[in-house]
């Protein structure tokens, strides 16, 4: 056998071990959301439930307190969907006027911009806690989705450089037709920045979908929690957790993400691979 087969059976083998190690906590949770709660951790070590409890699913889905886990899920589809649309729409228009404008005090802001970056949400969360207070916000969306309409800093690197990959000859040439700024910015810019522009959206939809902190700080109200605080709610300090119907409900909620993933990965890797680079 020569070194070069060898050398990818070895390959194989490896990427093998690393995918069961991946998937193992998820094959896991999803072999625990069919397993009756009592028997959760006594049978840990067996992927295959000896006794397959589907209505784990069911008693699950029915929620607490006459909330049931579909209005938890609209909740989140209304967050997620209103915060990513705010944050890639302005996130792509702050991005072209760093990549193509010219403006006083362009690099300060642009550094204030990226030093934003680097700070964790802990220490913005009291402040922004107090404001949002102050403004009579507390227990609604808005803290949780009206940050986002000032634009992300990543998304605003992430479609800035590849913003900068566009020959600056096309706008030139759209001057000479009598286009302005908008017109350039809206026929032009934003077709060609569809990879970048759909990578940040898909990043969105994962952070905005797994938030936890967020709605925990904000949201008094369980009928407003969306699914990554509701989820919270099967753990009960003071009476027996029901382990099942929340690895079946967390199991649930990991369906539409793994939708957008198998459907949109295509655009991460062509996002990701061309962001950049300069012409």
Not at 56 to 84: C, D, K, L, M, P
Not at 160 to 183: H, S, V
Request: charged share 15%.
């Amino acid at each position: 056998m020569s070194r070069r087969k060898k050398a990818r059976i070895a390959n194989q083998i490896l990427l093998f071990i690393l995918t069961v190690v991946m998937l193992y906590p998820i094959l896991w949770m999803v072999s625990s959301s069919l397993k009756d709660s009592s028997s959760v951790f006594v049978d840990a070590h067996s992927l295959w439930p000896k006794d397959w409890k589907i209505s784990n699913y069911i008693e699950g889905w029915q929620g607490f307190g006459g909330i049931s886990f579909s209005t938890f899920f609209t909740n989140s589809f209304i967050i997620v969907t209103v915060a990513t649309i705010g944050s890639i729409v302005f996130s792509t228009i702050i991005a072209y006027g760093f990549a193509r404008l010219q403006f006083r005090g362009k690099t300060f802001w642009f550094i204030c911009m990226m030093a934003t970056m680097m700070l964790p949400f802990e220490i913005i969360m009291v402040p922004q806690y107090i404001m949002f207070n102050w403004a009579g916000l507390i227990n609604t969306y808005y803290p949780i989705i009206l940050p986002y309409f000032f634009g992300y800093p990543f998304f605003v690197f992430l479609i800035m450089q590849f913003i900068r990959t566009i020959p600056r000859e096309l706008d030139e040439a759209a001057y000479i037709d009598g286009c302005n700024k908008f017109t350039i910015f809206s026929r032009i810019i934003v077709p060609l920045v569809r990879p970048a522009v759909m990578t940040a959206t898909i990043f969105s939809l994962y952070w905005r979908w797994d938030d936890f902190m967020g709605p925990l700080i904000y949201l008094n109200d369980p009928s407003k929690y969306p699914v990554s605080l509701a989820l919270k709610l099967f753990s009960d300090p003071d009476n027996v957790t029901d382990w099942g119907q929340m690895f079946a409900m967390s199991t649930a909620s990991l369906i539409p993400i793994f939708i957008i993933f198998l459907f949109f990965q295509r655009y991460i890797v062509e996002g990701i691979s061309t962001t950049g680079l300069k012409s």
